[in-house]
């Protein structure tokens, strides 16, 4: 009967473990979704402008070693944000099918060509608009900026 009961609990306790492993992201997909909130998610600012580009992009560290010439920051909530994985899969730019859209409040940032690393220069344009993510993982998360 004990033998009985500690095989129950030790099936009980793999089975649940096995569940975890399933259900988190794989390193991978964490470590691009993490890039892609340093990159790209900002819930705190609704209107973004240049001194805002100039400044998001060297925190953000876009500007260590080049200019990075074209970056958007979301200013919707992270939930509202993931909600978009939930949305229909279309084609990504790159021919996969995990990409979804979404409408977001945005700040486009634009490389002005005439600054250099580190001291790079932007030019911001926000609005609202449509905008088009990748998302890996179980639960789905966005890990690229497509478009």
């Given at each position: ?37 340093r990159q790209h998610v900002d819930p705190e600012v609704t209107v973004g402008s ?91 998360v966005p890990v690229h900026f497509d478009r």
């Open positions: 009967m004990a033998l009985q009961r500690t095989l129950s609990l030790l099936l009980l306790l793999l089975l649940t473990m096995l569940g975890l492993v399933l259900i988190q992201p794989s390193y991978g997909q964490d470590r691009m979704y993490q890039r892609f909130l240049d001194a805002y580009c100039n400044l998001m992009m060297q925190r953000r560290k876009m500007t260590s070693y080049q200019c990075k010439r074209f970056n958007t920051f979301i200013h919707e909530d992270i939930w509202n944000i993931r909600s978009i994985c939930s949305t229909t899969s279309i084609q990504c730019k790159n021919g996969k099918m995990n990409c979804h859209e979404g409408v977001v409040k945005v700040t486009d940032c634009r490389e002005t060509g005439s600054s250099r690393a580190p001291n790079c220069r932007y030019r911001a344009m926000t609005s609202t608009r449509r905008v088009v993510v990748a998302c890996e993982g179980n639960p789905e």
